[in-house]
């Protein structure tokens, strides 16, 4: 068995306590986890910039402020409402300002891609470009994020995986059972991040039928949570939904490996090609003005 790193999840603290007109707040904590979504986004903007510059990608460089933007806020807002819906959602119809008490925790995967979908169509309508064009740049760049967020997770060691008795088990400080478990949290980190983004960077780095590359990380997400699931600890409030074995993650999976499955075999039996093949003069220059 390992030992668990003693790790602070709390990577630096701005102040211990603030008064303002007589009411004291505080400490104001900024947590490794909440460094990992920015230390993604940050990712996701440098690769965005390198791509841009390729002749057969549609979003410029100009345009990655503004992307990236949208997709943040689709990421956060989506994830914390699809957490409370998929996860919480007695629990809000019960009390609905827990939707906003982000500090306690609670972002979900699932609600986030939902989230950057909305996003990324009301970005598109503003800036006329086709959705799947915008959507096939960045979903390769998703992965570098999501294994930062694992890694957010291994620190705050929190989302553990199932007890068991292989070498690298680990007891988590969190764990109220004190049993040695898992660290699903580096397999995923592994394999939506590093994996997922060797592939889909290998995939995309040239033209490729259009939605090709987005449905492509849909299905192969939804392949690896699917899997990861098996080692996961689930929720302790919802546990086994179906069978006595799947979990709600898994479950939430099921669309994924259907429509991204299906769009990608539709995708890439289409006889016309995306950016860089066929697009027509007016849709090239809609995109690029």
């Known amino acids: 068995m390992l030992t668990y790193p003693e790790f602070d999840p709390v990577a630096f603290t ?21 460094l990992m979504y920015l230390f993604g986004f940050a990712a ?3 690769l965005g910039m390198y791509r841009s510059r390729k002749p057969h990608y549609v979003v410029h460089a100009r345009q990655m402020d503004d992307l990236l933007f949208y997709v943040a806020m689709g990421v956060v807002l989506g994830a914390r409402v699809g957490y409370v819906i998929f996860y919480q959602f007695s629990e809000f119809m019960a009390d609905p300002a827990m939707i906003f008490r982000v500090w306690d925790g609670g972002m979900s995967f699932h609600g986030g891609l939902l989230g950057v979908i909305t996003a990324t169509l009301m970005y598109c309508r503003k800036v006329n470009q086709n959705f799947f064009d915008v959507i096939d740049f960045f979903a390769p760049f998703v992965p570098i994020a999501l294994g930062l967020g694992r ?3 291994f620190i705050g060691g929190e989302l553990y995986g199932r007890a068991t008795d292989l070498p690298w088990a680990m007891v988590f400080p969190k764990d109220p059972e004190q049993l040695a478990r898992h660290p699903s949290q580096l397999y995923q980190m592994f394999f939506e991040g590093a994996v997922l983004f060797a592939i889909l960077f290998w995939f995309s780095r040239k033209p490729r039928p259009r939605a090709a590359v987005s449905a492509l990380f849909v299905l192969l997400y939804g392949c690896v949570r699917f ?18 074995w799947m979990t709600r993650g898994q479950i939430l999976c099921i669309p994924m490996l259907l429509i991204g499955g299906g769009v990608f075999i539709w995708a890439m039996k289409r006889q016309k090609y995306g950016p860089g093949k066929e697009l027509d003069s007016e849709q090239a220059s809609a995109e690029k003005g």
């Open 14 to 34: 701005v102040f211990e306590s603030l008064t303002v007109f007589g009411n004291t707040f505080g400490p104001l904590q900024v947590h490794w986890y909440g």
């Open 44 to 46: 996701c903007w440098a």
């Open 151 to 153: 890694l957010g997770n």
């Open 227 to 244: 899997g990861v699931e098996f080692v996961r600890q689930p929720d302790a409030h919802i546990t086994f939904l179906l069978f006595g």
